[in-house]
C-alpha cells in the first residue's frame, strides 16, 4: 500500500500484512505528521492517484469573484503609480502609504463545519477572495500556493479525518518565518472574541465565538490592522508586504 503524505507530500509504502483493519494512522517519517489512513470498500488503501485527485487545492466559491477582482486590479495600478511617483522623486527612498493596505483584496481559506456557508457568504460579501477545503490535505495545497495568508478554522471541520487538529499541528510545526505570515482563526461556540490571552496560548492569531460570524469582517480588518502594526518596522527591515 502506497500513501501519500498530505504536509510534506513524501510517498511512503507500506507492508500489505501489517496493516491493520479499519482506518489507521501512520506518522510519516520525514515531517512527523500524523497520517490517516482512509481505506475505500474492499478495505484497501486509496491509491496514490486516488490520494492525489482528494487533495486538490481547496476551491474558490464564485460569490463575489467580480468585486475581488476590480479590488486587486485597482491596487495593482495604484502600486504601479506609487512606484513611479517613488522612482521621479529620488530624494525619498520610499513613498508614503496612503493606507492602501487595508483596502488591498485578501484570500482567506476556510476549514469549517456547520458555519461554512454562512461564513463564506459574509466574506465574500465583503470584498474577500474565499476558498473552502473539505479536507485538511485540500487545506494544505491551497496553502503551499503561498499567497493566501488568512485561514479561519472550526473545532467541526472534518472532524472523522482530526482536521482541527491537523490545522493546528501544521501551524506548530511551522518556521517562524512561515508562522508569521499565516493569519490563523478559530471560528467556536465557546471562545471570547478577540481574547488575546487565549490566542496566544494556543499559537493561533484571533478567536471569534460563533455568535460574531456576523460581524466577522469588521473584526478581521480591525485584527489585520493590530497584526501589521506590530510587525510594521520587522516587515520593513525585511522588505515584506503586510499582511
Known sequence: MIIRCDNCSVSLQLDESKVPSGNF??????????????????????????????????????????????????????????SLMSALQSEKSTIDNDGDDDEKPRRILLCLGAKLDETAKILSGAGYK????????????????????????????????????????????????????????SLEEKGTTMSAHDAFLRN???????NDVNQLPLILSRAITDYNDLYNYFNKASGLQPI
Open 25 to 82: 494512522t501512520v506518522r510519516c517519517p520525514k515531517c512527523q505528521n500524523l497520517l490517516r489512513v482512509q481505506k475505500d470498500a474492499s478495505g484497501r488503501g486509496l491509491s496514490t492517484v486516488d490520494q492525489l485527485a482528494s487533495s486538490q487545492a481547496a476551491s474558490a466559491v464564485p460569490d463575489g469573484a467580480r468585486e475581488f477582482a476590480e479590488k486587486e486590479a485597482d491596487l495593482q495600478i495604484n502600486s504601479a503609480l506609487r
Open 204 to 210: 493561533i492569531n484571533l478567536i471569534v465565538n460563533d
Open 130 to 185: 474565499v476558498y473552502v477545503a473539505q479536507t485538511p490535505a485540500q487545506a494544505n495545497e491551497r496553502l503551499r500556493e503561498g499567497k493566501t495568508e488568512m485561514l479561519v478554522f472550526s473545532p467541526d471541520f472534518a472532524p472523522e479525518l482530526g482536521g482541527a487538529a491537523v490545522i493546528q499541528q501544521k501551524a506548530n510545526a511551522m518556521y517562524s518565518s512561515e508562522r508569521r505570515r499565516l493569519f490563523l482563526v
